[in-house]
């Protein structure tokens, strides 16, 4: 179970160039904003190794706390001439900005989500760089618990009707893959990376969007790694996403 958000309401810090967004439940300010360099964190030997991806993201493991940095950074072409700068239109168009706050909306609304920590920009000039902190769930992507054989209907269908709650609160997630879901010990599931994600009014259009991009990432899967994802599978997670009922939608 998630643990219930605090009361305090999240602050903002400026230092020069740089703006920190924190939940002062759990972020020391005096850590800020120096807790974004995964540097500071291996001098404290909290830093464990790098998680998978592009190499932007980190674990911050500690008696204390268990947490996730990741630095935002492009992929495909683009990455070869601006890998991590993105242009500035304000902050509140920054990308950690925006996923700080709709994970912040999506986890009081006790949605399965990574509860966010901190959110950095720094400014330079007419572009930026950002982090995210958010803290870390005890599981495997469903992508890893596929690689370690088949799954049992019911967890297809509890992701399908997992994935349905968050459309029906209107949440379009920007890349809903085999990668952006996690399975606890119960193979309960969980959505991350909500990168560019939004709300928006409930459509048919973008869900099956949505559907169709993990559809493509699981075959890809099944195609590069010998992974067995049949067609049972997917139908067993389309019953699950139509396991609930629209009258309990919202817009």
């Not at 996923?99 to 989500?113: A, G, S, T």
């Amino acid at each position: 179970m998630q643990m219930r958000p605090g009361d305090a309401r999240p602050r903002v810090k400026r230092c020069g160039s740089v703006i920190v967004l924190y939940d002062p439940d759990l972020v020391d300010e005096s850590w800020l904003p120096e807790c974004f360099d995964p540097a500071w964190w291996s001098q404290r030997g909290s830093l464990q190794s790098p998680l998978g991806g592009r190499g932007s993201a980190w674990e911050i493991d500690s008696p204390e706390l268990s947490w996730v940095l990741r630095a935002y950074c492009r992929g495909g072409l683009i990455r070869h001439f601006s890998y991590d700068h993105y242009l500035w239109l304000g902050l509140q168009q920054t990308r950690s900005w925006r996923e700080w706050w709709l994970l912040y909306w999506l986890f009081r609304q006790r949605l399965p989500v990574p509860r966010p920590i901190a959110a950095m920009v720094a400014r330079h000039g007419y572009y930026y760089t950002a982090a995210l902190i958010t803290r870390k769930i005890e599981a495997v992507t469903l992508a890893e618990a596929l690689a370690q054989g088949p799954l049992p209907e019911r967890t297809w269908f509890g992701i399908g009707e997992n994935i349905r709650h968050f459309h029906g609160m209107g949440i379009d997630h920007a890349d809903l893959n085999a990668h952006n879901i996690l399975l606890d010990s119960r193979h309960d599931s969980y959505l991350l990376d909500f990168d560019k994600s939004r709300r928006r009014r409930p459509k048919d259009f973008w869900r099956k969007r949505n559907l169709r991009r993990l559809k493509r990432s699981l075959l890809k899967l099944r195609e590069n790694r010998s992974i067995a994802v049949g067609t049972q599978d997917w139908q067993a997670l389309l019953e699950g996403y139509g396991s609930i009922a629209c009258s309990k939608e919202k817009e």
